[in-house]
């Protein structure tokens, strides 16, 4: 059975900060590897998508790498801003088309 | 272009009742997936629908039920309600639910059960 975790399970940062959220799963046969952000009392906000033959993927301050061989997932983020504060959620997807989830990592940056 | 619409946002209801949560992917989406989100289990999947068929299951009881119209809308029913069955339920919608297309996430219904 996949199995995600994500370290660590809360992070604060001073603004301007650069940082790296982690990711590991337990199984290689993934599909895909997504990172998403979610606001308080809202849904899921895609942010990055990794294909299974791919290495990373770039999308303004957001850099998403992933080594299947060894399960391990990153995103790091530059240059923090308050506005990055929610909580962060990895996701792998498996063949049968649905999405396994870690636990989250809730950044808050301060001002 | 219009995102992934759930209604109703929330929900109370009691033991033993049921219910019915909607979900309106993004036009021209035709795969629709749903999660449960609790504090306690995290997001777990429930099922996805593609061109009206249930494609895939995740490992909940048979009360928690699900169908797709030809418009790719979605409706989740959940059946004899009970106290664990309080959580957000999340709907995904993406073209066909390919790897290489992202999951597009509703803000969710928030069921309460008293």
């Known amino acids: 059975k996949q199995e995600v975790t994500q370290i660590p399970a809360a992070l604060s940062v001073p603004e301007g900060e650069n940082l790296v959220l982690n990711c590991s799963f337990t199984?290689?046969?993934?599909?895909?590897l997504q990172w998403f952000r979610q606001d308080p009392g809202k849904g899921l906000t895609s942010l990055l998508l990794?294909?299974?033959?791919?290495r990373e993927q770039t999308s303004g301050r957001l850099n998403a790498s992933l080594d299947k061989s060894s399960g391990r997932s990153t995103l790091y983020i530059a240059a923090s801003q308050p506005g990055d504060s929610a909580t962060y959620l990895c996701?792998?997807?498996?063949?049968?088309?649905?999405?396994?989830f870690g636990s989250g990592t809730q950044l808050t940056v301060l001002p | 272009k219009a995102g992934v619409t759930q209604t109703p946002r929330y929900l109370i209801k009691t033991r033993g009742q049921q219910v019915t949560l909607s979900c309106s992917p993004i036009s021209g989406h035709r795969s629709v997936s749903w999660y449960q989100q609790t504090p306690g289990q995290g997001l777990q999947f429930l099922f996805e629908y593609f061109s009206e068929t249930q494609r895939n299951k995740g490992n909940f009881p048979g009360r928690f039920s699900g169908r797709q119209f030809s418009n790719s809308r979605s409706e989740m029913n959940v059946s004899t309600l009970e106290l664990g069955d309080s959580a957000l339920y999340l709907c995904a919608s993406s073209p066909t639910g390919s790897s290489n297309q992202p999951q597009h996430f509703g803000d969710g219904t928030r069921l309460s059960i008293l």
């Open positions: 199984d290689s046969a993934i599909y895909n």
């Open positions: 996701a792998v997807l498996l063949a049968a088309r649905q999405l396994t």
């Open positions: 990794i294909q299974s033959s791919q």
